[in-house]
Each structure stands twice: as structure tokens, then as C-alpha cells.
């Protein structure tokens, strides 16, 4: 009976230590999510720049020239128009650059865009340095509407001599059903004044 | 159902001892009943998700559009895959689990018989769902047994909520069978039935239950990602709100890379028991088949992006998975050898488990040659979603893990019902399985290679004549199935007198239990020596 009784006991702790080891599993299913990111941005291998604004540059490396390319692309069948003012810059790293890019909501409704950037190659990315852009806000449009859209950046001095171009791709995203009403209403009253 | 146990005893002879009825099966805890329950559900899932690949083969027969809508073809692909995967070869597995780990280690049953009928009978319900979501408007899931974001969050109809749920139903059955199996062989062992004198089915199933705990939970978080995203607007998948498509890819192959070992771990230790009867020479090199079978577990982890690496990773990334992906070949190749080895000098003779067997060594090993060429990353940007990855996949799970079911099934089968079954029927079986299912994949190989893409209902007509033979192929094995389906009612009905040891050269404690095999065995620990 005490034999019965020790397995009992033997069964309960291994079922409780397997059922947590599930929940654990379930977390970390989750936990992946931030940890892929993390881990892409010690490697910087996936293209993503900073979502921050960078620090301005003081000093520009005259030695070398590194040509940056523009792409401008709307997702999915946005009617909207999209693109870069000049296509492809040449600069010298640590020099400061600005531009705009063209956007004009043709639909008829007001709509909520983000744009998303990725630069190519990937590596490149943690070199590209934003101190201002429109991807780090939702951009609200009136049907219609057109605006310039401002970016400023520049190539960070450290970038490997192997990267002499590099490409900046924005993809612009509909997103005026992933937001909620009032969020939508503000974003547009705030555009107005 | 304690009531019932008492009176089993004395009644050896008697097929069951509990009561006949639906209430029996609806209630029993009996590990045997389970394992057909288990067994009969998978069966009845091969055919259903078998009918649904011969749809995609009639409409694939000829080129253009004759049969289904596009859309309704790419339900039937996703259903297909999900079905086999997770309603036909998993609990195929976990029935042969339950009818014969108990039996092999010396337990009287399953250390929680109450969960285990928990386990099998939701599993009705996560497929009824499954199938009854076909029936919406709109139609049921459409994106792939793999479900992509964006494919199954923004562009998904509205049945994806029902799929949800009927993979956290299927997820959560296959983790309380997992916990059963594991808790049963860490505890349940008779006296003396040492780790390292477990049957190789015991010890891969109990890695592969190892495998279960770890991953289906993350599978079971990749879907509810994927239901908050399409329901309550988070954007774990969706980069316009931050998120990022691919990853879930990542989380996916997490989940998937080790889930096809899921499927294939216990077809090794079926294949495991089978060849060393069937040779009548102990199993060459055990040790080392337990070490490879945690060492392919291991590397399961660590492989997952080889089936990804058209999506842009970076040049270290693409190395890194591709060595570690031909490293589990390593270990892979230690089984075929010591199978072959065994088999070497044996005094070999040939009853339709060992031709099953046999036919699984070799035709196995073809889809590990495939695995191998898709894991070199440059030839994977050729090879990725064409049909040669198709092909890949069918030889390692319907010539690998489904003819080791077939294989384990003609094994134990005098054991369960206490008849041989009907030889030439079986072997009529065998050969037209054999032969069908090599006209049916191998030219996958072909025309994957010379370009035509996975999961589209249509085709350039460069393809015609060797779709044209796959579909025949695909008719041709489809409708030798139902042989086994003859079989195996046959041999439920009667036949001749199975004996106890039931094949020549069989060892083991379940050979030693009478057949059929009583409703109770080993309720006194046997003796091992
Ligand atoms: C030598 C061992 C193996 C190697 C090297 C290998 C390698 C690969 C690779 C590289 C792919 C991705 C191909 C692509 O999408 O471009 C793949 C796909 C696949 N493999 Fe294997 N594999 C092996 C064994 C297995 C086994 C044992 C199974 C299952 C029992 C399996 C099941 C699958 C499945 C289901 C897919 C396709 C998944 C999908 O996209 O739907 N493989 N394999
Ligand atoms: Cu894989």
C-alpha cells in the first residue's frame, strides 16, 4: 500500500513538473517575439534602422562616397501616391542629408498610413542613421490631400568599406482600420492645426 | 468502470471484459481501447484527408481549371495537410503508444488513464470543427497547413477562429498524450526494465513525447498570435504596426522543424522492433540507436530556418542552418546503417510487416536524400515551394512514417485481435501501395525541378503528362488503401489462431501476454531477466 502510495506521489511531482514545463513552453512561444528582436539588434541582421532619432554627426569623412538609393512603394492596392523627391543621392559618411517624399491620398476617405523603412543590404542598416523621419509617426491624410513628407539622415563614418551603396525602401501600410476611432478623430485634429 | 475490472480477470477468454455499448468506449480509461479508439479515429482521418487529396489530384490531372475554384483548391491543400498531420499519423502514433507501451515495459496501463480518455475524445471535436469550418460561408481555411501571416491574418476568411481552435483542441490532446506517455515510462516500469533495456518504440516515443512538451505549446502560442492579430488588432505579424511578417516563420518552424521528427521518431522505433524479428538477430548497435534518437531530437531545435532561407537571411544565418541541417543527417544515417546491419546475415524472411519495413528503409532514405539536397542554400532557392519539396515531404511521411504505421499495424495486429490476418490480401496490399505510391511521388521530383510551384490549381502545360501520371498514381494508392481496410476487418472477425509469440523470431513482453491480448496484462510486474 505505502509502495501504491510513494508511486502516487512520484506520478503527481512529475505531472506537475511537465505541466509547468507546457506553460513555460507557451511563454516562450511569446517570448520569442521580443527575443528575435533583440537578437537582430545585437546582430543587426534584418534590416530594421532604429526607430529613434539619431544624434546629429560631427565630423564628415570626405575620403569616401557612398551612393544612397530611394524606393517608395504603397502596400496591398492603396490609392495613394508615394515616392521619393530624387531617387539616389551620392554623400560622404557623417554628412547630413535631407528630403522629402511625395505622398497624395487619391481615395475618397480619409485614411491613416504608416510607413515602414528596410534597408538593403542589411547589415548596412545599423550604419543608416535617422534624425528625422516621417516613419517614426503615423501620417493621417484627408482624401485628396497631398503632403511632403520630411527625412533627414546620414551614413554613419564606422560603415565597412564594403558597403559603397545603399538602398532605403519605404513600404507605406494602410492602417486606418488597426487604430481605434477616437485615436483616428485625434490624429486628424492634430494635422489641422 | 472499477466494478468491471474485477470480473475481467476471470474471464481470460473473453474478448473485453467491460460492457459492451457506446458508454463503454465513451468512459473507458483502458489503455487498450484507447489505443484502438485512437487507432480507428486515425484510419477513418487517412481517409477523409485522403479524399481530399484525390480532389487536388483530379484537378491537377489536366491543366486549367476543371473541377474546383482556386479558392476552394487551397482549402482542400490546407485541410489535407493539417488532417494528415495532426488527425492521421499523430494519433496513428499515440494509439500504437497506448496499446503497446504499457505491454513493453511491463505496466498494467497508462500512469493516467483518466487523461488519456480526455486526450482521445476531444480530438473528435477539434476535426469536427476543422471539417464543419469547409461548410462556412466563405469557406474554411485557405492559407496553407503552415498558415503564413499575412495569408491567414489579413487575408483569411472568416473561419479562422474555428481553425484556432480546433489546433489549440488537437495541441492540447497531443501535450495531456505526451504527459501520459512520459509519466508512464519514468514510473510504470516493471522491476529490472531498465532504461537501457527498453524497446527502441519505448525509448523514441518517449523522446518524442519530450519533443510534444516542448513544442506544441509554442505552436499553440503561434496561433493565438495569429488570432489576436486578425481579431483585437495586435501586430505581432503585421510590420505596418510594427511587427514583422517573418516572424512568424520563425515561430512556426520553431514549432515545425521538430514536429516532423514528431512524426518520424516513433516510425524509427517501429521499424526498431520489426526488423530484428523478422532477421531473428538482436537489433545491431541499441545504444547507439537511443543516442541518435536524442541526438536527431536535440538538433531538431537548431534547424528550423532551413525552411527559410529564401526569406532574406543574412549570409551567417543561411550557413549556420544549412551545416547544422546536414548535421542531422549524421545520426539519421547511423539508423539506416544499423537496420541494414541487422538485417545483414540474418536469416530473413519476408511476412508483410518486414516488406513494409524494408520498403520504408529504402524509400525513407530517398526522402533523406531530397532533405539533404533542400538543405544546400543555394540549390534551395531553386528547389523551395516547387513540387520537388513535395516529393521530399511525401517520401519521408507516406513511405516513412505512414508504412511504418502500416508496417506496426500488420505487426500487432494478430496481438490485438488474436487472428493472422488474410496474407495475400495484405500482400496485395503491400505491392500495389508500393508500386502506386512511386508513380504518385517520385515524378514530383521532376517536374519540381523543372519549376512547377507548390499549392496551385493550375499548370503550365510542359507538365501535363507526368501530372497526368501522378494523378494516376494518386487514384492507384488512394484505392489500395481500402485493401487494408479489408484486412483488418477480416482479421477482426476471425482467421486463423494467432499463437502467443504469434511471428518466429518476435521477443518481448508483449509476445509473452496470450493473444489476443488479455483486457488486463501485467497486473502483477512480470519478471525480467
Ligand atoms: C535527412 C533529413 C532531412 C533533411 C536534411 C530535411 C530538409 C528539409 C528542408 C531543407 C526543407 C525545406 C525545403 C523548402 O521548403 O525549400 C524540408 C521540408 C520539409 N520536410 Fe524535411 N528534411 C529531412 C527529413 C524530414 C523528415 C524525417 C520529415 C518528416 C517526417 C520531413 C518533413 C518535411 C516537411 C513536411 C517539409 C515541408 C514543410 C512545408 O513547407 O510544408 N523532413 N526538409
Ligand atoms: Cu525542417
Not at chain 1, 492603396?78 to 523627391?85: A, H, Y
Not at chain 1, 543608416?128 to 490631400?145: A, H, M, S, V
Not at chain 1, 568599406?161 to 482600420?177: A, H, M, N
Not at chain 2, 532504461?195 to 496561433?223: D, E, H
Amino acid at each position: 500500500m505505502t509502495d501504491k502510495q510513494t508511486a502516487q506521489q512520484d506520478t503527481k511531482k512529475l505531472v506537475k513538473k511537465l505541466v509547468l514545463t507546457v506553460f513555460f513552453m507557451f511563454g516562450f512561444g511569446f517570448a520569442l517575439v521580443p527575443l528575435y528582436d533583440v537578437f537582430c539588434d545585437i546582430t543587426g541582421l534584418n534590416g530594421k534602422t532604429s526607430n529613434v532619432a539619431a544624434v546629429q554627426s560631427d565630423s564628415v569623412d570626405k575620403t569616401r562616397t557612398i551612393s544612397v538609393e530611394f524606393i517608395a512603394r504603397t502596400q496591398g492596392n492603396l490609392p495613394w501616391i508615394f515616392k521619393p523627391e530624387v531617387k539616389k543621392m551620392n554623400v560622404h559618411p557623417g554628412e547630413m542629408h535631407q528630403l522629402n517624399f511625395l505622398v497624395k491620398n487619391n481615395s475618397v476617405d480619409n485614411m491613416v498610413v504608416q510607413a515602414v523603412p528596410s534597408v538593403s543590404p542589411g547589415i548596412a542598416a545599423a550604419y543608416f542613421n535617422k534624425i528625422e523621419c516621417f516613419c517614426f509617426n503615423q501620417q493621417p491624410l484627408e482624401q485628396g490631400q497631398a503632403a511632403d513628407l520630411g527625412l533627414q539622415f546620414y551614413i554613419d563614418k564606422d560603415i565597412p568599406p564594403e558597403y559603397t551603396t545603399v538602398t532605403l525602401s519605404y513600404t507605406l501600410f494602410d492602417i486606418s482600420k488597426n487604430i481605434e476611432q477616437d485615436e483616428f478623430t485625434k490624429l486628424f485634429a492634430d494635422n489641422k492645426n | 468502470m472499477s466494478t468491471t475490472n474485477l470480473n475481467a480477470d476471470n474471464h481470460a477468454e473473453e474478448h473485453h471484459g467491460a460492457p459492451s455499448g457506446i458508454m463503454r468506449w465513451l468512459l473507458t480509461t483502458n489503455h487498450k481501447d484507447i489505443g484502438s479508439l485512437y487507432l480507428l479515429f486515425s484510419l477513418l482521418m487517412f481517409f477523409i484527408g485522403g479524399g481530399m487529396a484525390m480532389v487536388i489530384r483530379a484537378e491537377l490531372f489536366q491543366p486549367g481549371l476543371q473541377i474546383v475554384e482556386p479558392d476552394f483548391f487551397n482549402q482542400m491543400t490546407t485541410v489535407h495537410g493539417l488532417i494528415m498531420v495532426f488527425g492521421a499519423v499523430m494519433p496513428a502514433f499515440v494509439g500504437l503508444a497506448n496499446w503497446m507501451v504499457p505491454m513493453m515495459i511491463g505496466a498494467p496501463d497508462m500512469a493516467l488513464p483518466r487523461m488519456n480518455n480526455w486526450s482521445f475524445w476531444i480530438l473528435p471535436f477539434a476535426f469536427l470543427i476543422l471539417l464543419m469550418s469547409l461548410f462556412m460561408e466563405g469557406g474554411g481555411p485557405n492559407f496553407g497547413w503552415t498558415f503564413y501571416a499575412p495569408l491567414s491574418t489579413t487575408y483569411s476568411n472568416d473561419s479562422t477562429a474555428l481553425f484556432v481552435f480546433s489546433v489549440h483542441i488537437m495541441g492540447i490532446s497531443s501535450i495531456m498524450g505526451a504527459i501520459n506517455v512520459i509519466v508512464t515510462i519514468f514510473n510504470l516500469r516493471a522491476p529490472g526494465m531498465t532504461f537501457m533495456k527498453m524497446p527502441l518504440f519505448v525509448w523514441t516515443w518517449l523522446i518524442t513525447a519530450f519533443l510534444l512538451i516542448a513544442v506544441m505549446p509554442v505552436l499553440a502560442g503561434a496561433v493565438t498570435m495569429v488570432l489576436t492579430d486578425k481579431y483585437f488588432l495586435t501586430s505581432f505579424f503585421s510590420a505596418a504596426g510594427g511587427g514583422d511578417p517573418v516572424m512568424f516563420q520563425h515561430i512556426f518552424w520553431f514549432f515545425g522543424h521538430p514536429e516532423v521528427y514528431i512524426m518520424i521518431l516513433p516510425a524509427f522505433g517501429i521499424i526498431s522492433q520489426i526488423v530484428p524479428t523478422f532477421s531473428r538477430k538482436k537489433l545491431f548497435g541499441y545504444s547507439s540507436m537511443v543516442y541518435a534518437t536524442a541526438s536527431i531530437a536535440l538538433l531538431s531545435f537548431v534547424v528550423w530556418a532551413h525552411h527559410m532561407f529564401t526569406t532574406g537571411m543574412p549570409l551567417a544565418g543561411e550557413l549556420f542552418f544549412m551545416y547544422c541541417t546536414m548535421l542531422i543527417s549524421v545520426p539519421t544515417g547511423v539508423k539506416v546503417f544499423n537496420w541494414v546491419a541487422t538485417m545483414w546475415r540474418g536469416s530473413l524472411t519476408f511476412e508483410v510487416p518486414m516488406m513494409f519495413s524494408i520498403a520504408f528503409i529504402v524509400l525513407f532514405t530517398i526522402g533523406g536524400f531530397s532533405g539533404l539536397m533542400l538543405a544546400i542554400t543555394p540549390a534551395d532557392f531553386q528547389y523551395h515551394d516547387t513540387y520537388f519539396v513535395v516529393a521530399h515531404f511525401h517520401y519521408v511521411l507516406v513511405t516513412g512514417a505512414i508504412f511504418s504505421i502500416m508496417a506496426g499495424a500488420y505487426y500487432w495486429l494478430p496481438k490485438w485481435t488474436g487472428y493472422m490476418f488474410d496474407e495475400k490480401l495484405a500482400k496485395a496490399h503491400f505491392w500495389l501501395s508500393l508500386v502506386s505510391v512511386n508513380v504518385l511521388f517520385f515524378p514530383m521530383h521532376f517536374v519540381g525541378l523543372a519549376g512547377m510551384p507548390r499549392r496551385i490549381p493550375d499548370y503550365a502545360t510542359q507538365f501535363a503528362d507526368f501530372n497526368a501520371v501522378i494523378s494516376i498514381g494518386g487514384f492507384a494508392f488512394g484505392l489500395s488503401q481500402l485493401l487494408f481496410v479489408a484486412v483488418v476487418y477480416k482479421c477482426i472477425k476471425g482467421g486463423e489462431k494467432a499463437t502467443d509469440q504469434v511471428w518466429e523470431g518476435a521477443e518481448g513482453l508483449e509476445w509473452e501476454v496470450p493473444s489476443p491480448a488479455p483486457y488486463h496484462t501485467f497486473e502483477t510486474p512480470p519478471d525480467i531477466k
